[in-house]
């Protein structure tokens, strides 16, 4: 039933190249604010088909977005060598030799089973290197709510001078708290 298109909601779309970066918490602000009045007050809705009133109450189930946005909207910054937001400080991304991009290539072998056959293939992947590894351990919603609390809070619009959190590029890529984290589920 969620998926069919009468209940599907589009609440923002962002076109064109200039886009409000982290600061599309002020775009998603009426949209927090509405879910959090429909999680704890709900509205009067009338059902047709019962013919009687009834107190609906609604939830934000997930976003989809691309890469970019996700990085926008959850916070997490889709840039340098963190950028992986399963791997975050157990990044296996490098710098090119004759530049300072970052590449990803060769980096998610590990994420396949451990018998498949790309993890033995020695040519067509990094040159003479096997993986062996197993993937990163996946934070669990516990751990990563603890990682948020960390985060100072981000002033909105355009500062004087440029916000930077503590350990970013180290050991993290959090660039401010998700404003979804005010939900109370």
């Given amino acids: 039933m969620c998926m069919k298109p009468e209940s599907i909601f589009l609440s923002l779309i962002i076109q064109g190249p200039q886009n409000p970066g982290k600061n599309i918490d002020v775009m998603l602000r009426p949209l927090i604010d509405e879910l959090k009045e429909l999680w704890y007050h709900g509205v009067?809705?009338?059902?047709?088909?019962?013919?009687?009133?009834?107190?609906?109450?609604?939830?934000?189930?997930?976003?989809?977005?691309?890469?970019?946005?996700?990085?926008?909207?959850?916070?997490?910054?889709?840039?340098?060598?963190?950028?992986?937001?399963?791997?975050?400080?157990?990044?296996?991304?490098?710098?090119?030799?004759?530049?300072?991009?970052?590449?990803?290539?060769?980096?998610?072998?590990?994420?396949?089973?451990?018998?498949?056959?790309?993890?033995?293939?020695?040519?067509?992947?990094?040159k003479g290197l096997a993986e062996n590894h197993a993937p990163p351990e996946r934070?669990?919603?516990?751990?990563m709510f603890r990682q948020i609390q960390q985060l100072p809070d981000i002033l909105f619009g355009k500062p004087s001078e440029r916000q930077v959190v503590e350990g970013f590029g180290d050991w993290h890529n959090w660039v401010k708290k998700n404003i979804f984290w005010e939900l109370p589920y």
């Fill in 44 to 126: 009067q809705t009338y059902d047709r088909f019962r013919h009687q009133h009834f107190i609906m109450r609604a939830a934000l189930m997930w976003t989809i977005t691309d890469f970019p946005a996700y990085g926008m909207v959850c916070g997490w910054s889709t840039h340098g060598r963190l950028s992986c937001p399963y791997c975050q400080e157990n990044s296996k991304a490098f710098h090119l030799p004759n530049g300072r991009k970052i590449s990803f290539f060769d980096c998610h072998r590990q994420f396949l089973p451990l018998g498949h056959p790309f993890r033995k293939n020695r040519n067509d992947f990094k």
């Fill in 139 to 143: 934070l669990s919603g516990d751990d």
